[in-house]
């Protein structure tokens, strides 16, 4: 059963998230000497940018420095482009952290296939003895239409069970061509945090949270096997739950 969350506005929503990446960060530095960070673009980009590093600096251990970094997917575009997920974060986030984490970036400049295959020769590489990895924690957005990451509703990548990290040519959302993680990588991190907000987002929050489809969108997949997963929304995406949850 996931845990959901409604916050006033998107601000304090951002500071929620900052305060639970810093306490998960130094719990996981505490326990295990590194915290495993994934990462996706969007508006999560300006939410941790503006609400991470005063964060950071009010939770003790966090420590940056311990931090591996990875994105839940990429745009395969050259860094600077600005739909490049890697770039948004390299440009408006990792310049205000106190200390530089460890970013495994996704190589843009390979073609699609070779692009996934190179990505997660080098997860893999990160996590020995651990099949599938398991993230600490996975910071996900959601589409009004339910994808998340790069899966989109009725692709064929929802139903990949081999490769942890796959390939788009054809994505919905421009760019078309993407890496993106798949659901046995994504449910098999220790915690999953999932953030929507704005009225846009409302009608998909009703039916992944509420209702019960045959064939669900790629959010309403998001089950992590021994993981936990929360919701995080401002009240306009929470507004058509028929009881939303207090913060």
Not at 15 to 39: K, N, Q
Not at 147 to 155: C, D, K, M, V, Y
Request: charged share 20%; hydrophobic share 40%; proline share 12%.
């Amino acid at each position: 059963m996931a845990a959901v969350s409604v916050f006033p506005s998107p601000g304090e929503l951002g500071a929620a998230l900052a305060r639970s990446v810093a306490e998960a960060a130094a719990e996981a530095v505490a326990s295990g000497g590194r915290f495993t960070l994934g990462l996706s673009g969007g508006s999560l980009v300006q939410l941790l940018a503006r609400e991470l590093p005063a964060a950071l600096s009010a939770v003790a251990g966090s420590e940056p420095s311990r931090w591996l970094v990875a994105f839940c997917d990429e745009r395969l575009v050259p860094p600077e482009h600005p739909e490049s997920t890697g770039g948004a974060y390299r440009a408006q986030l990792l310049p205000r952290l106190p200390a530089p984490p460890r970013v495994l970036w996704v190589r843009s400049e390979l073609g699609p296939a070779e692009a996934a295959r190179d990505y997660e020769g080098r997860l893999r590489q990160e996590f020995p003895g651990e099949d599938p990895p398991r993230f600490e924690l996975l910071l996900l957005g959601v589409g009004p239409d339910g994808h998340t990451a790069s899966l989109f509703p009725g692709h064929a990548l929802l139903q990949e069970q081999n490769s942890l990290i796959s390939y788009l040519l054809d994505s919905p959302k421009p760019p078309p061509q993407r890496v993106t993680m798949t659901l046995p990588l994504l449910n098999a991190a220790k915690s999953v945090l999932v953030v929507a907000t704005g009225a846009s987002k409302a009608p998909v929050i009703q039916r992944i949270l509420e209702q019960q489809e045959p064939d669900p969108v790629p959010a309403a997949r998001l089950r992590p096997r021994s993981g936990r997963l929360r919701w995080l929304l401002d009240r306009e995406a929470a507004a058509e739950l028929r009881e939303p949850p207090a913060p």
